[in-house]
């Protein structure tokens, strides 16, 4: 039911209610929908034996997806895997009692025995739900970006960004979610060492199964940058095969020489390092194969900024 069997769902013209309604009805038609409680819901559509677990807000997969589809459901289309996404409707964390009985029941029916291969995904809040739940399916495979490890205040009281959520359960059943990694075959974090708080609890994550790589100066949204930079497809695919090496991800972040956010903040540090040598090579690089007025301006203040002095200099010897 890949793409050559005509899966390819559009539902960006649909409002809130049309979509949930018309992503149920693909599930039950593919496979299954179930939903889990008042704030998430899991939908299935069963093709390949590869099967891509996916957590994702409504939100987000309305700002990220032409289609306002699922990522899963790109995997289904191009390559022919199945697809399980669990959805919640705002930062839960997937932490719900129900979230927690659906997992034990795809457990106890022996679901994930029935692929090849597991793969979960999530970034952010849902990484952290990607990694707690990946112990269901002991081997699986797990891509995360920045994750967080937990929100128990006992454990990283220094991450101001979500203390309403400190109410939360984070030590009860499916906790914490590195040791919930210890049952995967591999797991992979990215993250951006210059975000201090993602950092830390990137640390956090130290295993000998999981392996981190970095995205310095990407900033805090990861996912939109993989995503924009179109080498979501090939983390994923790495990952199923569990050779997401440095040297595969050093290769797929050559992107980010043809992708303008970043360029920008590397921008913005080199100015704010003041390397004036360094900024005009980056500028004159990028105002020479992109159309980036923002570079070819700030070549030409440099310009004239080294011009003015060289005339100083000059006046002075006369």
């Not at 593919?30 to 590869?50: C, N, Q, S, V």
């Not at 990694?131 to 495979?141: H, L, Y």
């Not at 967080?148 to 914490?176: H, I, K």
Request: with cysteine.
């Amino acid at each position: 039911m890949s793409a050559q069997n005509g899966f390819s769902p559009d539902f960006s013209a649909l409002g809130r209610g049309e979509w949930l309604s018309a992503l149920r009805t693909l599930g039950q038609e593919h496979g299954f929908a179930e939903p889990l409680g008042k704030r998430h819901a899991g939908i299935f559509i069963e093709d390949g034996d590869t099967l891509l677990v996916s957590f994702e807000t409504m939100s987000g997969i309305e700002a990220l997806s032409q289609t306002r589809t699922p990522l899963g459901f790109d995997m289904v289309r191009t390559k022919g895997w199945s697809s399980l996404s669990l959805l919640s409707h705002g930062d839960t964390w997937f932490r719900d009692p129900r979230v927690y009985e659906f997992f034990d029941q795809l457990l106890d029916d022996d679901f994930f025995d029935e692929f090849e291969q597991v793969v979960f995904y999530g970034a952010g809040p849902c990484g952290y739900a990607a990694a707690a739940f990946s112990v269901a399916a002991p081997g699986a495979r797990v891509l995360l970006l920045q994750p967080q490890a937990t929100l128990d205040p006992r454990v990283t009281e220094w991450d101001d960004r979500f203390t309403d959520m400190r109410r939360l359960d984070f030590t009860s059943r499916y906790g914490y979610a590195p040791d919930m990694l210890d049952a995967a075959d591999a797991a992979y974090v990215l993250y951006d060492p210059r975000e201090r708080l993602d950092a830390m609890h990137a640390a956090l994550f130290t295993r000998s199964n999981v392996t981190k790589h970095r995205m310095s100066l990407f900033g805090n949204a990861l996912q939109t940058d993989v995503r924009m930079m179109d080498v979501m497809p090939r983390l994923l695919e790495d990952t199923a095969e569990g050779n997401l090496t440095r040297e595969r991800f050093a290769g797929y972040m050559r992107a980010r020489r043809s992708y303008l956010p970043y360029l920008r903040r590397l921008l913005a540090h080199t100015d704010g390092e003041k390397r004036d040598a360094l900024t005009r090579m980056l500028c004159h690089n990028v105002s020479s194969r992109l159309n980036a007025p923002r570079f070819r301006r700030r070549l030409a203040g440099l310009d004239a900024a080294a011009s003015d002095t060289e005339d100083g200099a000059t006046q002075q010897v006369g």
